[in-house]
């Protein structure tokens, strides 16, 4: 994809192979380092989800009277159940079980988990979790609080994505319409940009439509991640 990016702007804007091969790290680089944001943000966002659904049912445990070492063993069971053994959250509870049974303590574990996840969520739920369990307070009540919050802002979140789902739609298509009127009007009629590939102004005057469509880009996903 990375290279395939590199001979489309390559070829739309300059007509060059030369510049097709200086371009080619940068896709073959950028590309891919671009996708793994866009991948993580989509598996920070899964395993969100995932811990909403986790959070809720230790609290459940906990109101019957489990301990906090059994409300986590039992809940590492109930999610295996139901997202299966490979699921993120799955594998993060068991972990965390099989660090209680070595007799470590339960707030160190959560808060290895938010660090390791980089979820804001997950992280708020441990500094709460802490607290409440060193001031000895209503643990179950607080934690069932907590989880209520997270509820709320996940349920916003999926709201704005609903409401933003044809609008992200328009945003790639218009990405990819530059190129799009540029080769169409190429094959169209032939030679009609000649004067913008081989006279330095028009090669100048490319760079900057090049530019300002990289910026484009950029502002419109800007635009697009709404932020709860």
């Given at each position: 994809?990375?290279?395939?990016?590199?001979?489309?702007?390559?070829?739309?804007?300059?007509?060059?192979?030369?510049?097709?091969?200086?371009?080619?790290?940068f896709g073959l680089i950028g590309l891919p380092l671009y996708r793994r944001k866009a991948l993580l943000k989509k598996r920070q966002w899964r395993l969100t989800l995932q811990f909403k659904e986790a959070?809720?049912?230790?609290?459940?445990?906990?109101?019957a009277g489990y301990s906090?070492?059994?409300?986590?063993f039992a809940t590492e069971r109930e999610l295996e159940n139901l997202y299966g053994k490979k699921a993120m959250i799955t594998?993060?509870?068991?972990?965390?079980?099989?660090?209680?049974?070595?007799?470590?303590?339960?707030?160190?574990?959560?808060?290895?988990?938010?660090?390791?996840s980089g979820i804001e969520d997950i992280r708020n739920f441990t500094e709460v979790f802490s607290i409440a369990k060193r001031s000895g307070g209503e643990l179950c009540s607080i934690i069932d609080h907590t989880?209520?919050?997270?509820?709320?802002k996940l349920s916003v979140m999926e709201e704005i994505n609903n409401?933003?789902?044809?609008?992200?739609?328009?945003?790639?298509?218009?990405?990819?319409?530059p190129f799009g009127i540029?080769?169409?009007?190429?094959?169209?009629?032939?030679?009609?940009?000649?004067?913008?590939y081989q006279t330095l102004l028009g090669r100048c005057i490319m760079t900057v439509c090049l530019a300002a469509y990289i910026g484009a880009c950029v502002l419109s996903?800007?635009?697009?991640?709404?932020?709860?």
């Open positions: 994809m990375g290279a395939a990016l590199a001979g489309l702007v390559a070829y739309t804007f300059y007509h060059s192979f030369s510049l097709f091969l200086f371009l080619l790290p959070a809720g049912i230790l609290s459940s445990f906990l109101g906090v070492e059994n409300a986590f594998e993060e509870f068991l972990y965390i079980s099989g660090q209680l049974r070595l007799h470590k303590p339960v707030e160190a574990l959560l808060l290895e988990l938010s660090e390791r989880v209520t919050v997270i509820r709320e409401l933003t789902a044809a609008r992200r739609f328009e945003q790639r298509i218009m990405n990819f319409m540029i080769l169409y009007v190429e094959l169209s009629s032939s030679g009609f940009f000649d004067v913008m996903e800007r635009i697009m991640d709404i932020r709860v």
